[in-house]
């Protein structure tokens, strides 16, 4: 009986001992998905000092981006759209470089890029998220996910055209947008401040946004609005301007689309702000569809409708938005 009780007191101490070896090997080997694919690969994510370190060209190049190694100076570059990011290997610091800020940024990082096992090995979150996708961990598995929510990301990919012209101009506004080329920076000759869009019949995911001096043309893609095209227009009647191509300084690609256009105008200064919606048919005429001016807050103008489509429009788009269900929030 004694040694019955002693051998199951040594097995349980095995099965014990195996559970917080397997624990152990779990936390040893993390599990990482990125947009809600889990990532295999010969090069697993590694933890030390608590930070999740990952292969750097895996987890690039499945965000899209590319990477650059340059053996004498022992440095590895990351690019994605035109945001390069630099590191040295087992320095703690990193330069970011992004399209129209001043200077570079030096940003400190949790843990050094380091060599594993001949792989370059940096910190998951430093990474991700200065490619603007945030992370999530639990302990075993790391989760980069859309900086989109599910419910954004099925406005964009099957909403109303209405919600999804919305949240596109929100997502322009808010300083998402990334640039395919070097960035023309905007500016203004007066107080007054106006933004246009202009959204091709029937579309959300792409079409033009005027802003001061400068005309951008965007596409929705992999997350975020991308500058595709920019160039220089001056005071005056700027959409008239983009359909009769009277514009300098032009970089990226801008073929033409031979489509009507559904525009959606706001602007302001001091307490005022006016609003605007028009279409332009396809010999470039221009009908107004609504007008708003508020003054400290109350309507002193308004006729017409203020919408964000007109009602014969059916939703047909050109580029295509693809849910990738990494995003965490509902």
Request: no cysteine; charged share 25%.
């Given at each position: 009986m004694k040694?019955?009780?002693?051998?199951?007191?040594?097995?349980?101490?095995?099965?014990?001992?195996?559970?917080?070896?397997?624990?152990?090997?779990?936390?040893?080997?993390?599990?990482?998905?990125?947009?809600?694919?889990?990532?295999?690969?010969?090069?697993?994510?590694?933890?030390?000092?608590?930070?999740?370190?990952?292969?750097?060209?895996?987890?690039?190049?499945?965000?899209?981006?590319?990477?650059?190694?340059?053996?004498?100076?022992?440095?590895?570059?990351?690019r994605?759209?035109?945001?390069?990011?630099?590191?040295?290997?087992?320095?703690?610091?990193?330069?970011?470089?992004?399209?129209?800020?001043?200077?570079?940024?030096?940003?400190?990082?949790?843990?050094?890029?380091?060599?594993?096992?001949?792989?370059?090995?940096?910190?998951?979150?430093?990474v991700?998220?200065?490619?603007?996708?945030?992370?999530?961990?639990?302990?075993?598995?790391?989760?980069?996910?859309?900086?989109?929510?599910?419910?954004?990301?099925?406005?964009?990919?099957?909403?109303?055209?209405?919600d999804?012209?919305?949240?596109?101009?929100?997502?322009?506004?808010s300083?998402?947008?990334?640039?395919?080329?070097?960035?023309?920076?905007?500016?203004?000759?007066?107080?007054?401040?106006?933004?246009?869009?202009?959204?091709?019949?029937?579309?959300?995911?792409?079409?033009y946004?005027?802003?001061?001096?400068?005309?951008?043309?965007?596409?929705?893609?992999?997350?975020?609005?991308?500058?595709?095209?920019?160039?220089?227009?001056?005071?005056?009647?700027?959409?008239?301007?983009?359909?009769?191509?009277?514009?300098?300084?032009a970089?990226?690609?801008?073929?033409?689309?031979?489509?009507?256009?559904?525009?959606?105008?706001?602007?302001?200064?001091?307490?005022?702000?006016?609003?605007?919606?028009?279409?332009?048919?396809?010999?470039?005429?221009?009908?107004?569809?609504?007008?708003?001016?508020?003054?400290?807050?109350?309507?002193?103008?308004?006729?017409g409708?203020?919408?964000y489509?007109?009602t014969?429009?059916?939703?047909?788009?050109?580029?295509?938005?693809?849910?990738?269900?990494?995003?965490?929030?509902?």
């Amino acid at each position: 009986m004694k040694k019955w009780m002693a051998a199951s007191v040594v097995l349980a101490l095995l099965a014990a001992g195996g559970t917080n070896v397997h624990a152990a090997a779990q936390q040893a080997s993390p599990q990482l998905v990125i947009k809600g694919t889990p990532v295999k690969s010969d090069a697993a994510p590694v933890i030390k000092s608590g930070r999740v370190l990952v292969p750097i060209r895996v987890v690039t190049e499945m965000l899209g981006g590319k990477v650059t190694w340059n053996t004498p100076e022992q440095t590895v570059s990351l690019r994605k759209w035109t945001d390069t990011i630099q590191l040295t290997l087992d320095k703690q610091t990193a330069v970011i470089n992004r399209p129209g800020e001043s200077k570079p940024e030096t940003r400190q990082l949790e843990a050094p890029a380091r060599l594993v096992n001949g792989r370059i090995y940096v910190p998951l979150r430093f990474v991700s998220e200065a490619f603007g996708y945030p992370v999530d961990w639990d302990g075993t598995t790391a989760r980069v996910k859309s900086p989109l929510s599910m419910k954004e990301q099925e406005i964009l990919a099957s909403g109303s055209l209405e919600d999804a012209r919305q949240l596109v101009k929100k997502q322009l506004l808010s300083g998402t947008v990334r640039y395919k080329h070097e960035a023309l920076v905007y500016s203004y000759e007066s107080e007054y401040r106006e933004t246009t869009f202009l959204f091709p019949e029937g579309e959300a995911l792409r079409g033009y946004m005027i802003q001061g001096d400068t005309i951008m043309r965007f596409e929705f893609k992999e997350d975020f609005p991308v500058a595709v095209w920019q160039a220089r227009v001056k005071e005056g009647d700027k959409t008239t301007s983009i359909l009769q191509g009277h514009w300098t300084k032009a970089i990226g690609e801008n073929p033409s689309i031979k489509k009507a256009f559904f525009t959606y105008t706001s602007g302001g200064w001091g307490d005022s702000f006016n609003e605007e919606t028009g279409w332009i048919d396809p010999q470039g005429e221009y009908s107004q569809l609504g007008y708003k001016r508020l003054v400290g807050g109350e309507a002193e103008t308004a006729h017409g409708t203020i919408a964000y489509a007109q009602t014969h429009e059916k939703r047909q788009e050109t580029v295509k938005f693809n849910k990738t269900g990494g995003a965490g929030n509902p």
